[in-house]
């Protein structure tokens, strides 16, 4: 039995009782509960738009379904999110977006593109209802030569979670929802490409969208990857995560973990998301270099630092500790950064240690 207190309320969700703070979204309290209400249109990042319809459960006293990512819980609520009523609707639904989106001819389903698609896995879950005529309406499809996002009109379902991500998250309103009723698209203002706008290339938008309408473009070719491995950015020392997709040694794509996951809460920049080509580049250094008269020529680990731990020492002997300085950089972590100023100091005694991050 749980116990009301003056910051929370008691709502009902399949027959269980679970406590809610007042207002609370119900799609957050019905997941508390334990129910699995599908959504679309919902990013738990983003202000509730409620216009997908997937997420309509039974409310107690409420003639119509009503949408759990946008109805705020009172004290008392009683809601279902399962039968047949909500079922025949569901499936209706996805049957209406199967009839005026991209379908793969073979298996005659949403097409998998990117990384998952929540469409194509809601389909497979709850089946579709009537099987209506497909609608193919030509949506306008902006050619846009920015090297990292490719969008899909046929495969949009005008659920805004790019033009909402865009908007709220990043502050940036590159981009929209144009046009009217089933020509409804996504664009920039005045049609310019991403590039031409405001855009930062943050990919977020392509990481909400739940179709795959929105890809990433470098890695459409790529072979399907075999496993995701969980790593740190390096890029700077905010320490985001990103899941490396790897296929054949190589890492194909990277994506940001689940929001409310980890720190950069889903959320990437364009160097974290985008650059990784220069992990298997062909002109990257993969072992230390020394320059012996004048050639670089490779080295151990042991060599290279011996040999940098002589030539410094040499510098401090001839002309005094305060001719050497120490940069280290952002991309470092807290630790090395540490035991950079600590060399400076304490092994080489001088106090000209400075980190790129500080100007
Ligand atoms: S890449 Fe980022 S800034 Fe550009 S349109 Fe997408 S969300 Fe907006
Ligand atoms: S591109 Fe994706 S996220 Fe944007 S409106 Fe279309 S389906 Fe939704
Ligand atoms: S998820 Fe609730 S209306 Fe789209």
């Known amino acids: 039995m749980n116990a009301k207190t003056q910051n929370t309320v008691i709502v009902t969700v399949n027959g269980t009782e679970v406590d809610a703070a007042p207002g609370e979204l119900l799609i957050h309290?019905?997941?508390?509960?334990?129910?699995?209400?599908?959504?679309?249109?919902?990013?738990?990042?983003?202000?509730?738009?409620?216009?997908?319809?997937?997420?309509?459960?039974?409310?107690?006293?409420?003639?119509?379904?009503q949408p759990a990512c946008a109805w705020h819980v009172t004290d008392g609520m009683d809601v279902t999110t399962e039968s047949d009523r909500i079922e025949r609707h569901r499936q209706t639904l996805l049957s209406m977006y199967m009839a005026d989106h991209a379908i793969d001819e073979a298996t005659k389903l949403p097409q998998q593109r990117g990384v998952g698609n929540?469409?194509?896995?809601?389909?497979?879950?709850?089946?579709?209802g009537?099987?209506?005529?497909?609608?193919?309406?030509?949506?306008?499809?902006?050619?846009?030569?920015?090297p990292y996002i490719h969008f899909d009109p046929e495969a949009c379902i005008a659920c805004a979670r790019c033009v909402r991500y865009c908007?709220?998250?990043?502050?940036?309103?590159?981009?929209?929802?144009?046009?009217?009723?089933?020509?409804?698209?996504i664009a920039t203002a005045d049609q310019i490409g991403l590039l031409d706008s405001t855009?930062?290339?943050?990919?977020?938008?392509?990481?909400?969208?739940?179709?795959?309408?929105?890809?990433?473009?470098?890695?459409l070719k790529a072979p399907e990857p075999e496993k995701v491995v969980r790593s740190t950015c390096n890029f700077c020392g905010v320490g985001c995560q990103l899941d490396l997709h790897v296929a054949d040694d190589q890492v194909v794509r990277i994506t940001s973990p689940e929001p409310g996951?980890?720190?950069?809460?889903?959320n990437l920049c364009i160097k974290g998301r985008f650059s990784y080509e220069f992990i298997h580049h062909e002109d990257r250094l993969t072992t230390p270099m020394i320059r012996r008269d004048g050639?670089?020529?490779?080295?151990?680990?042991?060599?290279a630092i011996e040999y940098a731990a002589k030539g410094l020492m040499g510098v401090r002997d001839r002309h005094g500790a305060d001719a050497l300085g120490f940069v280290s950089s952002s991309r470092c972590?807290?630790?090395?950064?540490?035991?950079?100023?600590?060399l400076s100091r304490a092994a080489f005694g001088t106090n000209n240690c400075h980190q790129c991050a500080a100007t």
């Open 29 to 65: 309290v019905a997941a508390r509960a334990g129910a699995d209400v599908p959504t679309l249109c919902h990013d738990p990042r983003l202000d509730p738009m409620g216009s997908c319809r997937m997420c309509l459960v039974e409310i107690e006293g409420q003639r119509r379904l």
């Open 118 to 128: 929540e469409l194509l896995d809601l389909v497979l879950k709850h089946g579709t």
């Open 130 to 146: 009537p099987e209506l005529t497909h609608i193919g309406t030509p949506r306008e499809g902006r050619e846009d030569n920015n």
């Open 167 to 185: 908007d709220e998250v990043e502050a940036v309103s590159a981009i929209t929802l144009a046009g009217r009723g089933a020509k409804t698209t």
């Open 199 to 219: 855009c930062e290339m943050c990919g977020g938008c392509i990481d909400t969208c739940p179709t795959g309408a929105m890809t990433e473009k470098p890695s």
């Open 261 to 266: 996951t980890t720190l950069n809460d889903g």
């Open 295 to 303: 050639v670089l020529e490779p080295a151990s680990w042991d060599e």
């Open 333 to 342: 972590t807290g630790e090395e950064n540490y035991l950079v100023q600590k």
